[in-house]
């Protein structure tokens, strides 16, 4: 992990567990007894998310989606990643999707957001609420200089998210990956620093 010499505690981990609150949606960290609640949303979504997800077969039961809910506990107290759902913000409790921050370097610092939406929350800018949630704590309480978003270019919904949060076009990048099913990909490289225009 890039920056790993840095020890101190994880910043504003309160503010990540009491959970981002937007006008609809709550982001905040995974707890252990999300697993059920996880596991339906993947397993209601799966046909919607395979062809962009490559984890997406990884999570076959509930105790899957807890294994993932330990991995990503542990790669926070770490440093290395942080996971967080999206729940509707009435209960706090219904999974939407999730987000988060990885490939992170603390020595800028910068994080690259990733995100994905449960199949029955498309539509609603539920997705939109939390990028913006999650790149405002990033600048703001972070201290990101740089907030990267990469998507495939066929993926017009999640390259809306990034054109419509501020995040600028910095290059297509061709035959950079494969999807799920094998084929090559390309992948669009956006991103946002702190001298962009304010979060909208």
């Known amino acids: 992990m890039a920056g790993s010499a840095r020890t101190e505690s994880f910043p504003s981990l309160k503010h990540l567990r009491e959970g981002l609150a937007g006008p609809r949606i709550r982001v905040r960290l995974w ?3 999300d697993a059920p609640a996880l596991f339906a949303a993947i397993e209601a979504s799966r046909d919607h ?3 962009w997800m490559d984890w997406v077969d990884r999570h076959q039961s509930n105790d ?4 993932y ?3 990503a506990t542990l790669e926070l107290a770490q440093r290395e990643s942080i996971a967080l759902g999206i729940f509707d913000g009435s209960d706090n409790a219904t999974v939407l999707g999730a987000t988060g921050l990885h490939n992170i370097d603390w020595t800028v ?3 690259e957001i990733g995100y994905w939406a449960a199949v029955n929350a498309q539509g609603y800018g539920y997705i939109g609420e939390a990028v913006r949630l999650v790149t405002a704590f990033a ?3 972070l201290d990101a200089n740089r907030i990267a978003l990469h998507c495939d270019p066929n993926n017009v919904r999640s390259r809306n998210v990034a054109e419509r949060n501020g995040f ?3 290059g297509h990048l061709r035959n950079m990956a494969r ?3 094998g084929t090559l990909r390309d992948t669009l490289v956006y991103a946002r620093v702190p001298t962009d225009s304010d979060i909208r």
Do not use: G, K
């Open 64 to 67: 899957d989606s807890l294994e």
């Open 168 to 170: 600028r076009l910095e």
């Open 139 to 141: 600048l703001r309480t």
């Open 31 to 33: 707890r252990p007894d």
């Open 49 to 51: 998310l395979r062809p």
């Open 69 to 71: 809910i330990t991995r």
């Open 179 to 181: 999807t799920p099913l």
């Open 109 to 111: 610092p910068a994080f």
